[in-house]
């Protein structure tokens, strides 16, 4: 009988000692955020932090904290957003990020200014997305970054993490079309002066104002996460292969009525052909020949007909050979750029008959020779069997 009483009394205890981890877990929860915040923080949390929890408090509008600087940081984070992010829909949770939070109040966090906030917090981005970090390591950004231009962007001023949406279409593996049209208001943020420019371009007007995505964005010529300078010779001497990947495809060229034989002509004209051999011999140089943007322009490309900045117009062509030939004032000097077009009977008619002449002259000179000395070869072979039978 001792010996049931006595087991009767180690169930009640371990039945009230479960009871009482039970209860105070409960109370230690950081899940249930309506407890004052003094309760909260005595324990270390036993779950990992609800995302509810974290927006119990972060998603009251107008919750703001000052920094030193002065500058005002809001830590309001809008639930309804977040949400509809890629990261939500990934359940990734505030904490898979904020790794070092857990419980309020936080750790310590000392930031100047709110460039020093984004500074301090982007590098979570490596743990999931080692990829794309690594290829940023040797961008012009992160050389700016380095070079102690704190206004170089780094992973969150291009996609806010709280409010992110699916970039690449799962069924394409390719940029979706939507995500492709805001690439330009993304680098915008920053290079205002080049958007502004490369809107009213014909590329730029294409896409900002027709949704055209055929044309260029930024990234289609710079790249995104690995962006190069782009005044490096590597750079200047890849232009006509760049402009070329579109500007030879008859898929894209046929819609626009747009010559897809610019790259062969531009490599046959006297500048081109150099730049050509130039880019295999030295590519660490870079050409003093035209390339496609020191006649088209760069962000400011136009329609070649437009009668104000467009290049078929001699005196706006001129202007751009004066820049390396500057001594050329007569706008005749422009004819000596042969145009894209492949020389026929009725243009360049000369070039064509040279080019017609040398076409049949040279092989048929090598021909004859060919001939001639083979037919030689062959009597003198004769001739020399005959005097040994002899
Ligand atoms: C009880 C309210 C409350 C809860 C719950 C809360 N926060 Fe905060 N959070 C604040 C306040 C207040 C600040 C302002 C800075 C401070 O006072 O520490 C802040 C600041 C922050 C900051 C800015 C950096 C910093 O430390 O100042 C981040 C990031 C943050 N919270 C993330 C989280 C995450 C993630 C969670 C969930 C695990 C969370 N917070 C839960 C109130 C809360
Ligand atoms: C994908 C990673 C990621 C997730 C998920 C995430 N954050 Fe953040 N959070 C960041 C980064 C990075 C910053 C710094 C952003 C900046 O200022 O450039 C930040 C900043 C903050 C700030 C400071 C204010 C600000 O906007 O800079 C608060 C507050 C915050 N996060 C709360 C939350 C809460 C609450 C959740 C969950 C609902 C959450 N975060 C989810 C990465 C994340
Ligand atoms: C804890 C892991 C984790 C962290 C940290 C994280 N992400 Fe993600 N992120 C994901 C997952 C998972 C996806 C969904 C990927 C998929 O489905 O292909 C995603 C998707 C994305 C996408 C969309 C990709 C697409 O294919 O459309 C972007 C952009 C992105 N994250 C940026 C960031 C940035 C910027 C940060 C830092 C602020 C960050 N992520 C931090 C896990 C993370
Ligand atoms: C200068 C703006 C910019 C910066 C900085 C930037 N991204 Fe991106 N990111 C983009 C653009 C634009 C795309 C869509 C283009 C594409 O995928 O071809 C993209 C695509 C992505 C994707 C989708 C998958 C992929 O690789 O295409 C992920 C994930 C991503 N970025 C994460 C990051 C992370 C992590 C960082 C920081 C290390 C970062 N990005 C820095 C602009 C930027
Ligand atoms: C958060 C601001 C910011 C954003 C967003 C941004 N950049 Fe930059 N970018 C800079 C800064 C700062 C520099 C370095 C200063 C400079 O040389 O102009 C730089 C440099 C560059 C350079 C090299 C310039 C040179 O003269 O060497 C290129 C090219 C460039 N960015 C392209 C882009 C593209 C393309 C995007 C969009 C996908 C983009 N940037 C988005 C801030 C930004
Ligand atoms: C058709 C290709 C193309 C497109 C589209 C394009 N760029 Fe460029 N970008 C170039 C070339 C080529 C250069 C080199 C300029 C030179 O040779 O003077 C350049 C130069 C730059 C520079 C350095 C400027 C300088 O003066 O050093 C920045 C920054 C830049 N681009 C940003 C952008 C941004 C932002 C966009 C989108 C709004 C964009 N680019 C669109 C081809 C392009
Ligand atoms: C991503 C593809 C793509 C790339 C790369 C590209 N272009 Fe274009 N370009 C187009 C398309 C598409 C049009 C027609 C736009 C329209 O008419 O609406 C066009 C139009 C033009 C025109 C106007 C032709 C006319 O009708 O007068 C010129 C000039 C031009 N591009 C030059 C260039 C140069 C120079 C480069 C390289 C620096 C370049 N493009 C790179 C797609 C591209
Ligand atoms: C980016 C600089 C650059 C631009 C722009 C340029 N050229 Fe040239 N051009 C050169 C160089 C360099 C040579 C070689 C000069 C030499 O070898 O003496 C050259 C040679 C020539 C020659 C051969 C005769 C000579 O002086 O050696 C003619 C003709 C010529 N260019 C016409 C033009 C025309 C027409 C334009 C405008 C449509 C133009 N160039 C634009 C750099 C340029
Ligand atoms: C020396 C100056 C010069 C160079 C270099 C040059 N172009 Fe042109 N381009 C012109 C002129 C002038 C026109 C208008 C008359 C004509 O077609 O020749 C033109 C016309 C064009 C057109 C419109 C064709 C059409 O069918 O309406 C395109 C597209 C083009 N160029 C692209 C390029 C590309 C791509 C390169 C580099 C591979 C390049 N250009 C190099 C001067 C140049």
Redesign the pocket.
Known sequence: MKWFSNRFKLVFLIVGVILLFVAAAALASPADAAKPSHLVSQSAPPDKPSNAYCLSCHSRSGMTKTLPNGEVLSLYIDPNLFDHSIHNQQNMDCVDCHTNISTFPHPDFKANSLRDVTLQLYGTCKNCHASEFNQTLNS??QK?LDAG?S???VCT??HNPHQQTRLIDPQTGKLSQDARLE?PQ??A???STIYNTYKSSVHGAALTQYGNLDVPT??DC?G?HN?Q???SAQFRNAIPQLCAKCHTDPRIMNKYGISTQVLNTYVSDFHGTTVTLFEQVSPNTPTNKPVCTDCHGVHDISNVNNPATGIAIKQNLLVKCQRCHPNVTTANFTDAWMDHYVASPQKFALVYYVNLFYKFFIPLVIGGMLVFVVTDFIRRMAEARKGARH
Do not use: G
Request: charged content about 15%; aromatic content about 0%; proline content about 4%.
């Open positions: 012009v950004h700016a231009n206004n170089a962007a001023d291009c690439v993304t680098c943020r920053c290079h930024c990234i710079h995104v962006i300078d782009p005044n």
